[in-house]
Nanobody, 117 residues
Framework: QVQLVESGGGLVQAGGSLRLSCAASGSTFSINAMGWYRQAPGKQRELVAV???????NYADSVKGRFTISRDNAKNTVYLQMNVLKPEDTAVYYC???????????WGQGTQVTVSS
């Protein structure tokens, strides 16, 4: 079993920054890709950013140039640095981890990010 705990969300004005963290615990061996997704009220959940064990990254077009995903394998933690935040970034942000062992996928409970105008 893998447990994911997100932190770092909060309220920020447009143009500000936040850094989200997601710490994995439990049976963390064989975790490959980790990522961040978000879901705004009344909207579909969407991919924000993903990062492989080797450090390769992919971003949604809407956040390219503003958000940066990174990971510390020694700490079993993935981060999302969010800069130049916009009101449309307001959503619950979820951490995701995939494990090669038995092809398992795990989700955190989410952290709220609210960007005011």
């Amino acid at each position: 079993q893998v447990q994911l705990v997100e932190s770092g969300g909060g309220l920020v004005q447009a143009g500000g920054s936040l850094r989200l963290s997601c710490a994995a615990s439990g049976s963390t061996f064989s975790i490959n890709a980790m990522g961040w997704y978000r879901q705004a009220p009344g909207k579909q959940r969407e991919l924000v950013a993903v990062i492989s064990s080797g450090g390769s990254t992919n971003y949604a077009d809407s956040v390219k140039g503003r958000f940066t995903i990174s990971r510390d394998n020694a700490k079993n933690t993935v981060y999302l640095q969010m800069n130049v935040l916009k009101p449309e970034d307001t959503a619950v942000y979820y951490c995701d981890a995939r494990r090669a062992f038995r092809q398992e996928e795990y989700w955190g409970q989410g952290t709220q990010v609210t960007v005011s105008s």
